[in-house]
């Protein structure tokens, strides 16, 4: 349609005046010419008329086989059932189909969900109080393959608040301890699935990254978390926060079982538009368990330098994830530092999409997407009024003023974001000179070890100050799609009262779809060393965790 004169007749509802025509140009700072205005406002009564028309067809929602897999047992546990206060929601969720034989990748594995992952019946808070009452109306594609491959969902983890905070504080159901150590942060923003997997409550679970938010929980509990090449799992059905940082992974106790999870969800689903040249299909996806067991004699591994030295860093995680690498020297492999100078630049790149195109994402401005678009979670969050604002966490707050603020005073925003993006290019052809060189890429997964959770009304300078410097090292991974995973690796006594011992996670890092040479370091190295007793043998022998 090239043109949309507007017809004969004009539904009453109709609003447009020239009015309109010359207010849009003057928002743009154009002045209008009185020639053209007749046929301007003609052109925007009509295209409004097919907005209109198009605005009241009945929306797609994918269908759910409720038959197949019925929901079961839902409710909010309390109390001594939500002792970690990490479940969102319990429910009970699996194939009942007479076909079911019990032989899937994942037969009777039980599996969270981080909570803003759409399954069907099932409420879904985001980790927020802004809006109340979203059940989603589908189920994400992570959730179809999960049940299909024989796993038993048994609920939604809590998230930080919306998906954006690195420590466990910002839920509005509450904070959630680290499962090593009360008081400590979990990680953000799969905090509940970090808790609730390293304690055994749940075999594995599904989180969501866009800066760090499965691996920065993976290595805050001693987990496996893998954030997958950009699009390998489909983020079809699940909330998104920015659509060029989204990924979804598989979060578990071992390599192996991660492996799995990975296998059994991976593939494009041809709906998910994030999914690129070299995406295989489900029925291509590689067997990851049987590869990761291949052995890494004669793999070069490079510890990226720049990643040793962030700032806030605890020089002990840098020494330990150091010594940890060169491990893999005893099982036939070359370990070396290798300088990577653009990765220190990384956060500050990510932060130009983390603000601009977050904030028009948040506010409904975003575009351009040819995926699944989940309205029934938009109408909950839009529009963005002053109460929604007042309960926003202070990451939210921040968002809105520096996003707002930079499309309405920069020079020239859309170019900043377009150089955001051209960097992210070299950014990863720099990661790639290393891999031409390297096999994986190794970093700490953070720079230090968990925090304590901040005091209870903590001032926004307070909470920013507790969370800074979380993502240093990963964050660069989401803007340039590359996989990463968090290996645990140690304990180290926390160096604030009453310094207990914490986990600490080692980054590996590949090639887009070469998460099989990721897993077969990670594999090695853990079938190598006992991690829980690798930096200390003083790890308190009554400690609860799960092992």
């Known amino acids: 349609m090239s ?16 009015k309109d025509v010359i207010q849009s140009l003057e928002s743009l700072k154009l002045n209008p010419s009185l020639q053209d205005l007749p046929d301007l406002t003609n052109l925007l009564t009509g295209i409004w008329e097919v907005w209109d028309k198009v605005d009241q067809m009945d929306d797609y929602v994918p269908e759910v086989d409720e038959t197949r897999f019925p929901r079961k047992d839902i409710h909010r546990p309390e109390g001594q059932d939500n002792s970690g206060n990490a479940w969102a929601w319990k429910c009970d969720v699996r194939d009942m189909s007479p076909t079911a034989k019990g032989n899937g990748l994942l037969a009777g594995k039980t599996l969270s969900l981080k909570d803003n992952i759409a399954l069907k019946g099932v409420p879904c808070l985001l980790g927020t109080d802004i809006f109340e009452g979203w059940t989603p109306n589908m189920d994400a594609t992570v959730v179809t393959r999960i049940l299909e491959a024989g796993g038993i969902i048994t609920g939604k983890a809590v998230c930080e608040n919306l998906s954006a905070w690195a420590v466990s504080c910002s839920a509005a159901t509450g904070p959630v301890s680290n499962a ?38 993976s290595s805050a509990n001693g ?37 799995i999870l990975l296998q059994a969800v991976a593939g494009a689903d041809e709906i998910d538009d994030r999914q ?111 109460a929604k604002y007042d309960k926003m966490w202070c990451a939210y707050k921040n968002w809105m003023v520096n996003g707002r603020w930079g499309w309405d005073h920069l020079p020239q925003p859309g170019l900043l974001l377009g150089k955001a993006t051209n960097l ?29 959770l901040p005091i209870k009304n903590a001032s926004i300078k307070e909470l920013m100050q507790n969370s800074a410097g979380a993502s240093l090292n990963t964050s660069a991974f989401n803007i340039t799609g590359m996989p990463a995973l968090s290996l645990p690796v140690g304990f180290l006594p926390s160096l604030m009262e009453p310094h207990p011992n914490l986990p600490v996670g080692m980054q590996i890092v590949s090639k887009f779809y070469d998460e099989a040479t990721i897993y077969r370091v990670a594999y090695a190295w853990e079938q190598a060393v006992d991690w829980k007793t690798f930096a200390t043998k003083q790890v308190d022998e009554t400690d609860t965790c799960a092992n």
């Not at 926060?241 to 989204?246: I, M, Q, S």
């Not at 492999?333 to 990510?350: K, L």
């Open 424 to 452: 992210t290019r070299k950014l990863k052809h720099e990661y790639y000179k290393a891999l031409d060189q390297y096999d994986v890429l190794i970093t700490p997964t953070m720079p230090y070890l968990p925090p304590k």
């Open 276 to 386: 690129q040249a070299g995406c295989p299909f489900p029925d291509a996806v590689p067997d990851y368990p049987a590869l990761a067991r291949q052995g890494v004699q004669g793999l070069k591994i490079g510890i990226i330098k720049e990643s040793l030295q962030q700032p806030l860093h605890d020089p002990r995680v840098s020494e330990l994830v150091v010594k940890a690498a060169k491990v893999l020297e005893t099982l036939g492999c070359v370990v070396e530092e290798v300088s990577v100078p653009m990765h220190a630049n990384a956060p500050d790149i990510w932060a130009v999409p983390g603000r601009l195109s977050v904030y028009k994402s948040f506010v409904g401005e975003g575009g351009g997407r040819r995926g699944y678009c989940m309205n029934d979670l938009s109408e909950k969050i839009l529009p963005i009024d002053q």
């Open 223 to 259: 987990l496996v978390g893998m954030k997958p090449t950009f699009g390998l799992v489909p983020y079809t059905g699940i909330a998104s926060l920015e659509a060029t940082l989204d990924h979804t992974g598989p979060m578990t106790r071992t390599v192996l079982d991660n492996a």
């Open 180 to 217: 090593w150590a009360e008081g400590f942060s979990a990680g953000g923003s799969s905090s509940g699935n970090g808790y609730l997997i390293a304690k055994g409550e749940c075999w594995g679970g599904m989180g969501g990254d866009q800066g760090g938010s499965i691996r920065i929980p």
């Open 3 to 18: 043109s949309t004169l507007a017809p004969e007749v004009t539904s009453e509802r109709n609003p447009i005046s020239e």
